[in-house]
């Protein structure tokens, strides 16, 4: 079994309101993630919601407020996700936000 501990994903969400995917374990791989940074380096706070989603359901929420020119850092999380979950931000400001999302990849043989 393949195991791979690193940023699963990183980038910039787009600068819309909207809901976006920001990460999903590919088919044959399981994923756990341990933490998740957000940034904002705009003049105002952004409210967000962190969604973990299990086909069409949803199976965990985090909702933070992003503070203007600043970040957050949710930690100590073991969230396990299957082959096909998705990561996804959902915002209500039309900002892009900064993310890193920290954890171990699994091949699954």
């Known amino acids: 079994m393949a195991v791979r501990t690193s940023s699963l994903a990183l980038g910039i969400s787009a600068a819309t309101i909207a809901t976006q995917t920001l990460y999903t374990v590919p088919s044959g791989a399981r994923a756990i993630v341990k933490s998740i940074r957000l940034t904002n380096n705009g003049a105002v706070p952004h409210p967000i919601g962190m969604r973990v989603l299990r086909g069409a359901t949803t199976v965990a929420v985090w909702d933070v407020t992003i503070p203007a020119a600043s970040g957050v850092y949710l930690e100590q999380l073991f969230v396990v996700l299957d082959a096909g979950d998705a ?22 043989a």
Do not use: P
């Open 87 to 108: 990561l996804r931000i959902q915002r209500t400001v039309a900002a892009a936000v900064q993310y890193v999302i920290s954890g171990t990849q699994l091949a699954l």
